[in-house]
């Protein structure tokens, strides 16, 4: 049987800070429909992962590639295949929420952005707050509204860092649901998470970080 | 054996589970602590107080003496400027004393009066932003959670704004009318009236902070920064013979004026001081804190010399005050999207205009100095303040990584189409400035206009790169090799901090400085264009030659992998 060629390839990935490894030889294909957890505890380096893989930081030693093409996080092309809400996200103070997903939405070119832009905001439930400015948003609407970034624009591969942070119960099932269906539609996924429901739900394989072997278990 | 155990048999269990059965485990019961049944002794804050000093001087690890004897340089350094000021106005007061000119008479009333006014705005601009009256995160958690008085409490925090309020604009006009050449108790009045003026402003505010409402201090910060630019204005405007210069006689009547104002604001801040420590049992926590968390932010970004750092905390600050907007629908696709929401940006934020349009009264009061030599450079300084709110979308595109690599673009495309708009206004900047190139405010036909067309272009183009350098600052890394200095070892990037903008708008200006060809200028644009919208970005350069070895090694390493082992006979 024909493997799927992977829409992500980490090989030998390598990571440390100072004289702390944080990750060694760490290697991880995920293809199209697919979508990976990294568990873990505190610490144990997922967020790390994920910084690398989005190329925040750059890993010492290892190759990572997106669709075969090697990460750089200002390569446009990797832009735009790669949608991330890890902890770096930031939101220019003069936007309201619904110019933010109208401005991703208009410099990836979708068309009728307007109507994507308005689907986005009900489902992620900030049309109350649409007018707002992101300084006084909750933590839990800024959420939503990283998360929101990330749905409102084209993409192949998700990268999530613990989506379920500040999410409240509905959210938490809200999102679950979702990335069920970004799994199902042939989207890549790999997301660090802590909530077992959520991990439970949508992850194809699970990748428990931490531990020097990776205990790799099919979900 | 472990294999049995692991996978038991779907038949009988072994007899001896049988025989004891599992005994599920017993959990220890729990304790609960629960304060006891009395009434809670009065407790006083300066005790509280005395508690957090005992903690805090527990943890010092050196004495005040061994840091005064650590920071033997600044003490010096305070002593020899202290020294050169006293000497320079002495001397200024027996130089200027001779200058019995119109000009010199103007000056002498004006520019301190211009001080005072601008010491006011600030004082206001700082004591509505910060509190007055703070706490600090510690104090907010702690001290105002217990059963203390707050008035009593907060009386003390209202007397540093107002000591500070007292002392620093008192010295700065003090200082000003010294250099000016006034006579003695001339000083001493404005002094005071400065001093007194401050301090009753901080009462006002603390007074109003109370009350939760603003639109008094606004509007006399607003009164007294305009009145400030327009006295400095009537400065230039008399030195230029634009305007008939003042009477000697003038300062006479003003000191009068003056100390009626100084007695005035002793009155009224008195008043205002009353009623501020009357209301301050009223002052919600959330607003003491939030002004404590303002300023321990600030302060943390001073130590790194960060000023985009100090900006993007007060622009933060203000969004959080403003809440919400009417959204606007965006236009175009791809970069031009981008460059629509900096338009629009122009619509929301009208009041960026003001400082623009202080900015070009710049070149003109240059001019007018009689310093048209001089006129890219200054001007230019001024522009790239001015031009700093403008590149607010790209400062936050190039802040953190986040937001840039959610859009589908090249750096260098990003930061183009976020300097798109402000360099529109820049352009429109020069195109005003020209006459002030050209020497209509001065003596006139300082250049042709072909020339005042090319400086002014130049000047805008320095202003706009100067900014972009100023809002693409990256933090100082604490961790790159430093330099040793006398205060211990120092980031560069500390120092260059302190630079940046400036740096680019003295190399720009330098060939029409110092009267070389102007393209030399042209071509200098170009290089720092090209090198600040990221093309040569060091780091993505690393990045790729990086990426480019690791893959090469890779193949490398497949290919030997991979290798046909030679036939065998």
């Given at each position: 049987m024909a493997r799927r060629t992977p829409v992500l390839k980490v090989t030998a990935l390598k990571k440390a800070f100072g004289p702390v490894v944080i990750i060694d030889g760490f290697n991880l294909d995920v293809a199209a429909g697919e979508a990976v957890a990294l568990t873990g505890r505190n610490g144990a380096g997922k967020s790390t992962v994920l910084r690398c893989l989005v190329g925040a930081d750059r890993p010492d030693s290892g190759t990572i590639q997106v669709e075969g093409l090697a990460v750089s996080e200002t390569n446009p092309q990797i832009r735009r295949d790669v949608a991330a809400v890890i902890d770096d996200l930031d939101f220019f103070p003069d936007l309201s929420v619904v110019e933010h997903l109208d401005l991703l939405a208009r410099a990836h070119g979708v068309p009728d952005p307007d109507h994507a832009v308005d689907e986005i905001l009900h489902e992620v439930q900030l049309v109350a707050q649409s007018g707002q400015l992101p300084p006084t948003l909750s933590s839990g609407e800024r959420r939503r509204l990283a998360l929101a970034t990330a749905f409102v624009r084209p993409r192949k591969l998700l990268i999530l860092d613990e989506p379920e942070q500040r999410l409240d119960v509905e959210g938490v099932a809200w999102l679950a649901e979702r990335l069920v269906a970004e799994r199902n539609r042939g989207l890549a996924i790999v997301m660090a998470s802590h909530e077992p429901e959520l991990v439970e739900k949508v992850a194809t394989r699970v990748i428990r970080l931490g531990d020097r072997a990776q205990v790799e278990a099919e979900a | 054996m472990a294999k049995k155990t692991r996978k038991p048999a779907g038949g009988q269990p072994p007899a001896a589970a049988a025989i004891a059965p599992a005994v599920p485990?017993?959990?220890?019961?729990?304790?609960?602590?629960?304060?006891?049944?009395?009434?809670?002794?009065?407790?006083?804050?300066?005790?509280?107080?005395?508690?957090?000093?005992?903690?805090?001087?527990?943890?010092?690890?050196?004495?005040?003496?061994?840091?005064?004897?650590?920071?033997?340089?600044?003490?010096?350094?305070?002593?020899?400027?202290?020294?050169?000021?006293?000497?320079?106005?002495?001397?200024a007061q027996q130089g200027m004393a001779d200058c019995t000119t119109g000009t010199c008479a103007s000056s002498r009333l004006l520019l301190p009066t211009a001080v005072l006014l601008g010491c006011w705005a600030i004082t206001l601009g700082l004591a509505r932003l910060f509190g007055p009256v703070l706490v600090s995160a510690a104090e907010g958690s702690w001290l105002l959670d217990a059963p203390v008085d707050r008035r009593r409490l907060?009386?003390?925090?209202?007397?540093?704004?107002?000591?500070?309020?007292?002392?620093?604009?008192?010295?700065?006009?003090?200082?000003?009318?010294?250099?000016?050449g006034m006579d003695w108790p001339a000083v001493g009045i404005w002094t005071l009236a400065a001093a007194a003026g401050s301090s009753a402003l901080v009462a006002l505010a603390a007074a109003q902070q109370a009350g939760e409402r603003t639109w008094l201090t606004t509007l006399l910060k607003n009164l007294a920064g305009a009145a400030a630019l327009a006295v400095i204005g009537l400065v230039v405007a008399v030195a230029a013979d634009k305007v008939p210069a003042i009477a000697l006689s003038g300062i006479d009547a003003a000191r009068w004026v003056f100390l009626g104002v100084a007695v005035a604001a002793l009155a009224s801040g008195s008043f205002w001081l009353v009623l501020a420590v009357r209301r301050l049992d009223q002052l919600r926590r959330a607003r003491l804190a939030s002004g404590g968390a303002l300023v321990s932010?600030?302060?943390?970004?001073?130590?790194?010399?960060?000023?985009?750092?100090?900006?993007?905390?007060?622009?933060?600050?203000?969004?959080?005050?403003?809440?919400?907007?009417?959204?606007?629908?965006?236009?175009g696709l791809g970069l031009s999207a981008l460059v629509w929401r900096?338009?629009?940006?122009?619509?929301?934020?009208?009041?960026?205009?003001?400082?623009?349009?202080?900015?070009?009264?710049?070149?003109?009061?240059?001019?007018?100095?009689?310093?048209?030599?001089?006129?890219?450079?200054?001007?230019?300084?001024?522009?790239?303040?001015?031009?700093?709110?403008?590149?607010?979308?790209?400062?936050?595109?190039?802040r953190?990584?986040?937001?840039?690599?959610?859009?589908?673009?090249?750096?260098?495309?990003?930061?183009?189409?976020?300097?798109?708009?402000?360099?529109?206004?820049?352009?429109?900047?020069?195109?005003?400035?020209?006459?002030?190139?050209?020497?209509?405010?001065?003596?006139?036909?300082?250049?042709?206009?072909?020339?005042?067309?090319?400086?002014?272009?130049?000047t805008g183009a320095a202003g706009l790169l100067g900014g972009v350098r100023w809002v693409t600052a990256k933090k100082v890394d604490f961790g790159a090799p430093m330099v040793a200095t006398q205060n211990g070892a120092v980031p560069p990037a500390l120092i260059f901090n302190l630079l940046r903008g400036i740096d680019m708008v003295a190399l720009i200006c330098a060939p029409l400085i110092l009267g070389w060809s102007a393209y030399l200028s042209a071509v200098l644009?170009?290089?720092?264009?090209?090198g600040l919208r990221g093309s040569f970005n060091a780091e993505d350069l690393r990045a790729e030659a990086a990426a480019a070895q690791r893959d090469l090694d890779s193949a490398k390493a497949e290919r030997t992998k991979t290798k046909i082992p030679p036939p065998r006979r």
């Amino acid at each position: 049987m024909a493997r799927r060629t992977p829409v992500l390839k980490v090989t030998a990935l390598k990571k440390a800070f100072g004289p702390v490894v944080i990750i060694d030889g760490f290697n991880l294909d995920v293809a199209a429909g697919e979508a990976v957890a990294l568990t873990g505890r505190n610490g144990a380096g997922k967020s790390t992962v994920l910084r690398c893989l989005v190329g925040a930081d750059r890993p010492d030693s290892g190759t990572i590639q997106v669709e075969g093409l090697a990460v750089s996080e200002t390569n446009p092309q990797i832009r735009r295949d790669v949608a991330a809400v890890i902890d770096d996200l930031d939101f220019f103070p003069d936007l309201s929420v619904v110019e933010h997903l109208d401005l991703l939405a208009r410099a990836h070119g979708v068309p009728d952005p307007d109507h994507a832009v308005d689907e986005i905001l009900h489902e992620v439930q900030l049309v109350a707050q649409s007018g707002q400015l992101p300084p006084t948003l909750s933590s839990g609407e800024r959420r939503r509204l990283a998360l929101a970034t990330a749905f409102v624009r084209p993409r192949k591969l998700l990268i999530l860092d613990e989506p379920e942070q500040r999410l409240d119960v509905e959210g938490v099932a809200w999102l679950a649901e979702r990335l069920v269906a970004e799994r199902n539609r042939g989207l890549a996924i790999v997301m660090a998470s802590h909530e077992p429901e959520l991990v439970e739900k949508v992850a194809t394989r699970v990748i428990r970080l931490g531990d020097r072997a990776q205990v790799e278990a099919e979900a | 054996m472990a294999k049995k155990t692991r996978k038991p048999a779907g038949g009988q269990p072994p007899a001896a589970a049988a025989i004891a059965p599992a005994v599920p485990p017993v959990a220890a019961p729990r304790e609960f602590f629960f304060l006891p049944d009395a009434e809670p002794e009065p407790v006083e804050a300066e005790e509280l107080h005395e508690l957090m000093k005992l903690w805090r001087h527990g943890r010092a690890t050196r004495s005040l003496g061994q840091a005064i004897s650590d920071g033997y340089v600044t003490v010096f350094t305070i002593l020899m400027l202290g020294a050169m000021i006293i000497s320079a106005v002495l001397s200024a007061q027996q130089g200027m004393a001779d200058c019995t000119t119109g000009t010199c008479a103007s000056s002498r009333l004006l520019l301190p009066t211009a001080v005072l006014l601008g010491c006011w705005a600030i004082t206001l601009g700082l004591a509505r932003l910060f509190g007055p009256v703070l706490v600090s995160a510690a104090e907010g958690s702690w001290l105002l959670d217990a059963p203390v008085d707050r008035r009593r409490l907060l009386s003390r925090r209202l007397v540093v704004p107002l000591v500070s309020a007292f002392v620093l604009p008192g010295l700065a006009t003090g200082l000003v009318a010294g250099l000016t050449g006034m006579d003695w108790p001339a000083v001493g009045i404005w002094t005071l009236a400065a001093a007194a003026g401050s301090s009753a402003l901080v009462a006002l505010a603390a007074a109003q902070q109370a009350g939760e409402r603003t639109w008094l201090t606004t509007l006399l910060k607003n009164l007294a920064g305009a009145a400030a630019l327009a006295v400095i204005g009537l400065v230039v405007a008399v030195a230029a013979d634009k305007v008939p210069a003042i009477a000697l006689s003038g300062i006479d009547a003003a000191r009068w004026v003056f100390l009626g104002v100084a007695v005035a604001a002793l009155a009224s801040g008195s008043f205002w001081l009353v009623l501020a420590v009357r209301r301050l049992d009223q002052l919600r926590r959330a607003r003491l804190a939030s002004g404590g968390a303002l300023v321990s932010g600030m302060q943390g970004a001073m130590f790194a010399l960060d000023f985009g750092l100090i900006r993007d905390i007060l622009v933060e600050r203000r969004a959080a005050a403003i809440g919400h907007v009417r959204p606007t629908r965006g236009r175009g696709l791809g970069l031009s999207a981008l460059v629509w929401r900096d338009v629009e940006r122009l619509r929301r934020n009208p009041k960026m205009f003001i400082g623009l349009a202080v900015s070009l009264f710049v070149p003109y009061a240059v001019d007018a100095l009689r310093l048209s030599q001089l006129n890219p450079l200054i001007s230019g300084l001024a522009l790239v303040a001015a031009l700093v709110p403008f590149l607010g979308g790209l400062r936050v595109l190039s802040r953190t990584g986040g937001l840039a690599r959610g859009l589908p673009f090249k750096t260098s495309s990003l930061r183009t189409a976020s300097m798109a708009v402000p360099a529109g206004v820049a352009l429109l900047w020069a195109l005003a400035a020209v006459p002030a190139f050209v020497g209509v405010a001065g003596s006139g036909a300082d250049r042709s206009l072909s020339d005042a067309v090319i400086a002014a272009l130049v000047t805008g183009a320095a202003g706009l790169l100067g900014g972009v350098r100023w809002v693409t600052a990256k933090k100082v890394d604490f961790g790159a090799p430093m330099v040793a200095t006398q205060n211990g070892a120092v980031p560069p990037a500390l120092i260059f901090n302190l630079l940046r903008g400036i740096d680019m708008v003295a190399l720009i200006c330098a060939p029409l400085i110092l009267g070389w060809s102007a393209y030399l200028s042209a071509v200098l644009i170009v290089v720092a264009f090209v090198g600040l919208r990221g093309s040569f970005n060091a780091e993505d350069l690393r990045a790729e030659a990086a990426a480019a070895q690791r893959d090469l090694d890779s193949a490398k390493a497949e290919r030997t992998k991979t290798k046909i082992p030679p036939p065998r006979r």
